[in-house]
């Protein structure tokens, strides 16, 4: 079974940066296409970001392009998201993804950004 753990949420005022990592277990990790995602309480989950298996492709939601960038490391079944100039719309609880909508989905981790 395909299980993804999120790490790296927390509190920080505007301007500041946070790393998420997602790490993924039980399948063959370049074979799946990763993305993150975020949510407000009665929002629909958006996408934020994504990279193929290779980690040749991405792609950014535009609110976050410039700002946030993505990467993993094939070597540690870990994808990244480093976010920086983070402004206090981007606070939302973060979920990695991987294997698509109908994929494997982690427990989420929340990012607070304060004014």
């Known amino acids: 079974e395909v299980q993804l753990v999120e790490s790296g949420g927390g509190l920080v005022q505007a301007g500041g940066s946070l790393r998420l990592s997602c790490v993924v277990s039980?399948?063959?990790?370049?074979?799946?296409?990763v993305g993150w995602f975020r949510q407000a309480p009665g929002k629909e989950r958006e996408r934020v970001s994504c990279i193929s298996g290779d980690g040749g492709g991405t792609l950014y939601e535009d609110s976050v392009k410039g700002r946030f960038a993505i990467s993993r490391d094939n070597t540690k079944n870990t994808v990244y998201l480093q976010m920086t100039s983070l402004k206090p719309e981007d606070t939302d609880v973060y979920y990695c993804?991987?294997?698509?909508?109908?994929?494997?989905w982690g427990q989420g981790t929340q990012v607070t950004v304060s004014s």
């Open positions: 993804n991987a294997g698509g909508l109908d994929g494997y």
């Open positions: 039980g399948g063959t990790f370049d074979d799946y296409a």
